[in-house]
Every structure is written in C-alpha cells, then in structure tokens.
C-alpha cells in the first residue's frame, strides 16, 4: 500500500506568518508531486507542483522536494485569512496506474 | 470556458437504486480520473481511463462501473451494490497519463436517504 502522511492539524499561524506544511511518502518510485488547497465544501485546487529535488516557488507558495528523505513540503510566506483551507499532498508514481494517491490533508487556520 | 464539469452538484439516492454521475471536460484532455472523498479522509481512486474506451479499476471500484465513450464524458454509476455510497464525488483530468497534473471539476454530493 503506498502512503501518503500528512499531520491533520489544525495547524494555526496569526496573518502575516509564514505556514509550513509537510508530507511524506512511502513510495520510492514517485515521479511527481503535488499540493492542492481545499475549502470546506468545494473540490481541490491545484496550487503547486515539483518534479525534481530542490524548491519551486510560485508567488507566495514554495514547494519543497527531497526524493532522498521521501519528503515534499509546501511554505506559504505572508499567510492571509483567505489561506486558511485544508491542504493536500498528492504523490504520483510510476506503479500508481497513473491516479494520484492522497494524504488526509492538513488544516490551516490563519488567524486575523 | 475550458473546465470540467459535474453534475447534478447534489444528489440523493433510496436504497437499492442505481445512479448515474455526470462528467465532462472540455479541455481535450486524454487521461480522466473518479474519485470518492468521505469526511477527514483522503481522497480514493474508484476507476481511471486513459484513453477512450478503455479504464481500470482503482483501489474502490467494488459497487461502482464507468463507461468511456468519448473523449469528452466519462460517467460513473453507483450501483446498489455499494453499501455506503453517501460521499463526496470528483472526477478530475489530465492531459495524459503519467505524471501531468490533474485537475478537478466541482463534484456531486451523493447522499443515500
């Protein structure tokens, strides 16, 4: 079974901070990776992906991606209230049938 | 508008009944995905298609069959055979299969009255 872990959170941090999410995965075979950002009651929404080891920034969001320690992370610098949603990882791999496999998420709450 | 989209957005079942979901994408993509989201957990893969007229099972198909006429649709059922279909359901594209990122349509809400 190959997993993706998450930490459920929630995870608080006050506006204007940066918020650290991580996740990690069981499958060494994994070729891409992938953040989405979810509000309560809506479908997710791709907001970042990497494919190579280092970091991948896109405006206030940075992906993080170590293959060696099987660890993908995502900072968003500057955290508004309008940030404040469930993230999740999805971990793409070779042996996966070409579907993503998910982590529970973790959720943000960004305080005013 | 490019996108994908779903329906109905909310959809309630009896027992014993089969029904239909809707999906539909427009951005000529070849790869399209179903998955089903329960409360705090994670999203799972019930069926995937990477080309017309062809899917396979994912880790939940018990209960559930898909057909893949046309590029563009790719329909699920949720049959009576599946025992707890009250869950949230997204189906999602990519430009192929592999490692392109996929992206989700709005999703139904099934729930079994």
């Known amino acids: 079974q190959k997993e993706v872990e998450q930490n459920s959170g929630p995870l608080s941090v006050p506006e204007g901070a940066i918020a650290s999410l991580n996740c990690t995965y069981s499958d060494r075979v994994s070729q891409s990776f992938f953040w989405y950002r979810q509000y309560s009651g809506k479908s997710p929404e791709l907001i970042m992906s990497i494919y190579s080891n280092g970091d991948k920034e896109d405006g206030r969001f940075t992906a993080q991606l170590n293959k060696a320690s099987q660890y993908v992370s995502l900072l968003i610098r500057d955290s508004q209230p309008s940030d404040s949603a469930t993230y999740l990882c999805a971990v793409n791999g070779l042996n996966s049938g070409y579907a993503l496999n998910f982590g529970k998420g973790t959720s943000l709450l960004v305080t005013p | 508008d490019g996108g994908i989209t779903q329906s109905p957005k909310y959809l309630f079942r009896k027992e014993g009944q089969n029904v239909t979901l809707s999906c539909e994408q427009n951005l000529n993509h070849d790869a399209m995905y179903w998955y089903r989201q329960d409360p705090g957990q994670g999203l799972r893969l019930i069926y995937y298609?990477?080309?017309?007229?062809?899917?396979q099972k994912g880790d939940i198909a018990e209960g559930y069959s898909v057909s893949r006429e046309k590029k563009e649709s790719f329909p699920l059922t949720v049959t009576s055979a599946q025992k707890n279909p009250t869950a949230f359901y997204l189906c999602a594209s990519s430009i192929s299969s592999g490692i392109a990122e996929q992206f989700f349509g709005p999703g139904t809400r099934l729930t079994v009255l």
């Open positions: 298609s990477q080309i017309v007229n062809d899917f």
